[in-house]
């Protein structure tokens, strides 16, 4: 157990639909950050956020959104909905932003889009 | 063409043999490279990371990064049933922010 929290575990949703995936980093650890696998398309950064800012974006879609809350919980929306969206949504977090922090791997969230 | 190649596999071998994983990459800005291991439902683990060129040893697994060749290899001695896994590849550059760039993962199944 890594200590970061993600739910729900597993969501099922229509195309156009909406959904908001939820994580808690470790203990003590100030930056979120998240990413999703998908079998095409591997492992992808999409975001980071230290101590409620964005710190950083990868190839995160406009549909997309995030943010870090002052208790340092992170919330990631997914809007409009397309059946390609359907992937594994991890969160990992780590004590600080800057050089080489190890990032710690939430257990996911198993997104399906129908 | 992606920054960071991996063969995805899948690799089988017989329990005790020493397995071979290894990435290449293009970006030489890379200078932190790790090793995660990613059990079938669950998220990522920090096996090993390595801070430029060099071998790294951890029990019965050996890092190593040839920056020349933009290459880096996981080595894993005595391998076990338990290893069974995917292995992915990370890298990083100084950057100020921490945007770990993975291979594809390599599925590993040790065979008893």
């Known amino acids: 157990d890594s200590g970061v929290t993600q739910t729900p575990k597993h969501l099922i949703t229509a195309t156009g639909q909406r959904v908001t995936l939820r994580c808690s980093p470790r203990?003590?650890?100030?930056?979120v950050y998240w990413y999703q696998q998908s079998l095409d398309q591997g492992l992808q950064f999409l975001i980071q956020?230290?101590?409620?800012?964005?710190?950083a974006k990868g190839n995160i879609l406009e549909r997309f959104s995030a943010q870090q809350f002052p208790d340092l919980h992170s919330e990631l929306n997914l809007s409009s909905l397309e059946l390609g969206d359907s992937a594994l949504y991890f969160c990992?977090?780590?004590?600080?932003?800057?050089?080489?922090?190890?990032?710690?791997f939430g257990p996911g969230t198993r997104l399906t889009v129908l | 063409q992606k920054e960071v190649e991996q063969d995805p596999g899948p690799l089988s071998v017989p329990e005790g043999a020493i397995v071979s994983l290894n990435c290449t990459y293009s970006?030489?800005?890379?200078?932190?490279f790790m090793w995660y291991r990613q059990y079938s439902r669950k998220g990522p683990e920090l096996l090993m990371y390595t801070y430029s060129s060099g071998n790294k040893e951890d029990g019965r697994f050996t890092a190593q990064v040839d920056k020349s060749s933009k290459y880096i290899s996981l080595f894993i001695r005595d391998s076990q049933p338990s290893d069974s896994a995917t292995y992915l590849c990370a890298m990083l550059g100084i950057q100020g922010a921490q945007k770990l760039v993975f291979g594809q993962g390599t599925r590993l199944t040790i065979n008893p």
């Open positions: 203990s003590g650890d100030l930056s």
């Open positions: 970006n030489s800005a890379f200078q932190y």
């Open positions: 990992a977090s780590s004590v600080e932003a800057s050089f080489y922090n190890e990032q710690f």
């Open positions: 956020y230290y101590n409620g800012e964005e710190r």
